[in-house]
């Protein structure tokens, strides 16, 4: 039988990883692979410019903690996305800020701005509002949770390993946020 594309790309990070503990400059290769994805993640949560901070301090941490890295506990992928998950926590007052000010004031973000990007693919843009509003209802687990999933696009597997916790919690939060999500936007024509 041969490996899926998803088991040979963990083989590669495996080995990325391996050879990057020993040779710093090998992590540019492992920058190369995941940055875009990282990024992404990181603008969707927040906005273009902490993304471009924070997805930056992100490899820098990976980087100076890459002997730390274990590919029994898990990807290099889902690794990546747990330290930009937590630096994203870091800087939840300003994001629980910024979506309490857009329920609030019914506020559209730049229009060429990520977010604004994000939002318009996810609803209309006339939604932004109540999404941001059902999104504050979240708690910052579930919240996480659906943002991996949605901006991020991981496995339920790959985010257990990026918040460091089991796939039954990932599957609860996100049933416990989809159901709060259908209450809070049950009323929204589609």
């Known amino acids: 039988m041969t490996p899926g594309p998803g088991a040979v790309e963990d083989v590669i990070d495996?080995?990325?990883?391996?050879?990057?503990?020993?040779?710093?400059?090998?992590?540019?290769?492992?920058?190369?692979?995941?940055f875009r994805d990282i990024y992404r993640y990181i603008a969707g949560r927040l906005d273009v410019q902490a993304a471009d901070d924070l997805a930056?301090?992100?490899?820098?941490?990976?980087?100076?903690?890459?002997?730390?890295?274990?590919p029994k506990r898990g990807g290099l992928r889902p690794w990546l996305f747990g330290i930009a998950t937590n630096l994203v926590a870091r800087h939840r007052s300003k994001e629980a800020r910024h979506y309490r000010?857009?329920?609030?004031?019914?506020?559209?973000?730049d229009a060429?701005?990520?977010?604004?990007?994000?939002?318009?693919a996810v609803s209309a843009q006339r939604l932004q509002p109540q999404l941001a509003k059902a999104l504050m209802k979240l708690t910052?687990?579930?919240?996480?949770?659906?943002?991996l999933?949605?901006?991020?696009?991981?496995?339920?597997?790959?985010?257990a390993q990026s918040l460091g916790i089991s796939y039954g919690t990932v599957g609860s939060r996100l049933s416990r946020a989809r159901k709060k999500l259908r209450t809070e936007l049950k009323d929204i024509e589609p």
Do not use: N
Not at 140 to 147: A, F, H, P
Not at 150 to 156: D, F
């Open 101 to 109: 000010a857009l329920a609030r004031v019914g506020a559209e973000p």
């Open 112 to 120: 060429d701005s990520h977010e604004s990007r994000v939002v318009s």
């Open 149 to 159: 999933m949605a901006l991020g696009q991981l496995s339920h597997e790959e985010i």
């Open 140 to 147: 910052r687990g579930e919240r996480d949770v659906v943002l």
């Open 14 to 34: 495996a080995q990325l990883a391996a050879q990057a503990g020993r040779d710093p400059a090998v992590f540019s290769a492992v920058y190369d692979r995941h």
């Open 56 to 70: 930056a301090e992100t490899f820098l941490i990976a980087l100076r903690k890459r002997e730390k890295f274990d």
